[in-house]
């Protein structure tokens, strides 16, 4: 079945630490990739998304993603968080054509002043 | 442009009570869906629409009923409420590029 791992649960970081976030997804054919945020009490927001083209992908907020195609993933990353970023990240997959995104568990990121 | 509204934001519900979740979006999209969100669990996709007459079940459709009569409108009905609803349902909708969340609605079954 398709599918969308995250692998961090939680993650807590000081100000300044950098962040890398884990997601696979198990589908072989083509893939539109997505990274969502929730900050407490909030609905979700679109941070990035890749379609096709370059594999590095850089969104809203000084965040980024890879997609590395051999390793099914798109992991994202932010060199430098800061406690505005303590919030909730949601890694998502459109596959086989559909226009419904498979998600990911979510990440709760906490980042200590 | 509202994007998508949702209605109530708060709701308490006695077991067995019915009730209905609305869900509303001036974007034209003909995707739409709903989610619920409970701690550790992420988001479950409850029901989804193709399109206006058109719905279809996703991963937790059991305790739920939706219709898409309209482009705008996608309301969630429970049926008999139970305490296992108790979350937080999220409605959205799609075109290729996107999904657009509405605020939520926090839903307690006593």
């Known amino acids: 079945a398709q599918s969308v791992s995250q692998h961090n649960h939680h993650v807590i970081l000081s100000e300044a630490a950098s962040l890398e976030l884990g997601c696979n997804y198990s589908?072989?054919?083509?893939?539109?990739l997505f990274w969502y945020v929730q900050y407490p009490g909030q609905h979700l927001q679109l941070l990035l998304k890749?379609?096709?083209?370059?594999?590095l992908v850089k969104g809203i907020k000084g965040f980024e993603a890879e997609f590395i195609k051999s390793k099914f993933s798109f992991n994202l990353r932010k060199p430098s968080v800061q406690w505005s970023d303590t919030a909730e990240y949601f890694c998502?997959?459109?596959?086989?054509?559909?226009?419904?995104?498979?998600f990911g568990r979510g990440t709760s990121l906490i980042v200590h002043p | 442009n509202a994007g998508v509204t949702q209605t109530p934001k708060f709701q308490v519900l006695k077991t067995g009570q019915s009730m209905t979740l609305q869900c509303a979006q001036d974007?034209?999209?003909?995707?739409m869906s709903w989610y619920r969100q409970d701690p550790g669990m992420g988001l479950r996709l409850i029901h989804y629409?193709?399109?206006?007459?058109?719905?279809d079940q996703g991963e937790v459709p059991n305790g739920y009923n939706v219709s898409r009569s309209t482009t705008e409108d996608f309301p969630l009905r429970l049926l008999s409420a139970a305490p296992s609803q108790t979350s937080v349902y999220f409605c959205?909708?799609?075109?290729?590029?996107?999904?657009?969340f509405g605020p939520g609605t926090r839903l307690t079954v006593l």
């Open positions: 959205a909708s799609s075109d290729v590029n996107e999904q657009f």
């Open positions: 589908y072989g054919g083509t893939v539109n």
């Open positions: 890749y379609f096709s083209g370059d594999p």
């Open positions: 998502a997959a459109l596959m086989g054509g559909s226009y419904i995104p498979t």
């Open positions: 974007m034209n999209h003909e995707y």
């Open positions: 629409s193709v399109g206006a007459g058109i719905t």
